[in-house]
């Protein structure tokens, strides 16, 4: 029984631990395309795109990914160039 209890334990930890760093890179994606956007406001295109191309590269399954892909469109550079 108290073998059960430990891996419940440890499995709930795992898991905690597992969303809690989904969550931090969510916040970085987040916090890294307010800064893109800032610096296009500002007229620097070269450390705004910079700056989305990490954003794809770093994570690639947010929804920040997409949203950086489109701005370097915008911006007359895709992924592929």
Sequence with gaps: MKGIIMK??????????????L??????AAELF?????????????HARQIYEDIVKQYPDSGFAAKAEERLAAM???KNE
């Design 8 to 21: 419940s334990i440890f499995f709930a930890l795992t898991l905690i631990c597992a969303v809690s760093l």
């Design 23 to 28: 969550s931090c890179s969510a916040d970085k």
């Design 34 to 46: 307010e800064t893109a956007q800032f610096e296009e406001l500002q007229n620097n295109d070269t």
């Design 76 to 78: 007359g550079k895709t």
